[in-house]
């Protein structure tokens, strides 16, 4: 147990191969394999289940999501098929969503969800009935999906980590990424940044909606933007309360050429006019790839409007659609 929990404590997991071994050593087949190096030792039943009872119980909050799936690997080193047969179970019957899935099990799905040949279309951790912990076991399995939903999950630094990271996986196969009502924090904001300025990193849709982004996090998001190539296409602030510094520091990743964004959704984000100069400068600066500008329910006045005008006469403007009114917030081939 003690090697266990110092194994969790990696960030890198060099100690889980060992720490599988240990776990291996505990069956009477392998003890014989290895009867040369070992002093042979009758293997105790009720110490093995024990070892076993642990590794199922084992509280895992602090560590990083990639090394509790380690727990699950020590469970297969003593030929422990237990909950790899029940999540197998539950995913040929359908009914995976609708069981009460421990945190162990979690950790299984996790491992042959990345196992998968094909890629998963889609992983939304509101959809499993468990624990906050059981949903973080979850995440190392998002390095193999199309579209992940993570909106509503209390996520650690240590689970984005862990999200940054299947982010710069190769191949990445993620495409979609929905982190809405996630509390992003500012170190949670710089490691997403790292992430999405990756070369590895194909990410096309960002939603970061009721979030409460900080100057720190708007900088960190507008970093991305500027990252050279940028391949995302739509991206979502929805009620952000940005407020003027943080509408600034955004721009300046709008302006940038490496930005490509198609669409852009700034609804109930409280623009003011300096808000709008800000958005009409940088959208002149780079105007050519937005097709989807949403500013509802911002209650812009005319100073605003007349300014954001000034993008829209501009001839290498293609927007298509304009949300901005917010009665009738549909104004399309503007």
């Known amino acids: 147990m003690r090697a266990l929990m110092k194994s969790l404590e990696s960030k890198n997991g060099h100690l889980d191969l060992f720490v599988r071994f240990l776990h291996g050593l505990s069956l009477e087949s392998n003890q014989r394999i290895l009867g040369g190096l070992l002093d042979q030792r009758n293997s105790h039943p009720e110490t093995i289940q024990k070892v076993l009872n642990n590794l199922n119980e084992v509280n895992s909050d602090e560590s990083p999501p990639d090394r509790s ?3 699950f690997h020590c469970l297969m080193e003593m030929k422990d098929q237990s909950v790899h047969q029940e999540i197998q179970e539950f995913l040929k019957s359908g009914e995976i969503s609708k069981r009460r899935l421990s945190v162990i099990h979690c950790s299984a799905l ?31 399995a998002v390095r193999n999906c199309r579209k992940v939903v993570l909106g509503f999950c209390r996520l650690s630094e240590i689970s984005f980590d862990s ?30 940044r790292g992430a999405l ?44 309360d940005l407020q003027d510094p943080g509408v600034k520091l955004l721009c300046s990743g709008l302006e940038s050429l490496n930005c490509q964004l198609e669409t852009l959704r700034l609804s109930d984000c409280s623009l003011s006019e300096i808000s709008c100069d800000s958005l009409a400068s940088a959208l002149r600066s780079n105007p050519s790839h937005l097709r989807v500008l949403d500013l509802s329910w911002n ?15 501009d001839p290498l403007c293609k927007l298509e659609t304009l949300r901005s009114v917010r009665d009738d917030p549909v104004l399309s081939q503007v």
């Open 299 to 313: 209650q812009l006045k005319d100073p605003g409007v007349k300014r954001l005008c000034g993008f829209l006469q």
């Open 110 to 140: 996790a491992y042959l969800l990345q196992m998968s040949e094909e890629a998963l279309d889609e992983l939304n951790l509101q959809q499993y009935n468990t624990s906050d912990e059981g949903r973080r076991r979850l995440i190392p």
């Open 197 to 240: 300025q990756d070369l590895l990193c194909k990410l096309e849709t960002l939603r970061l909606s009721h979030c409460n982004l900080s100057k720190i996090s708007c900088d960190s998001l507008a970093s991305a933007l500027r990252s050279n190539p940028s391949h995302l296409r739509v991206l979502d602030l929805t009620e952000t």
């Open 69 to 71: 799936i380690n727990i």
């Open 163 to 192: 999200l940054a990271s299947a982010l710069r996986s190769n191949p990445s196969h993620l495409r979609v990424l929905d982190l809405s009502e996630a509390k992003l924090k500012d170190p949670a904001a710089k490691q997403l």
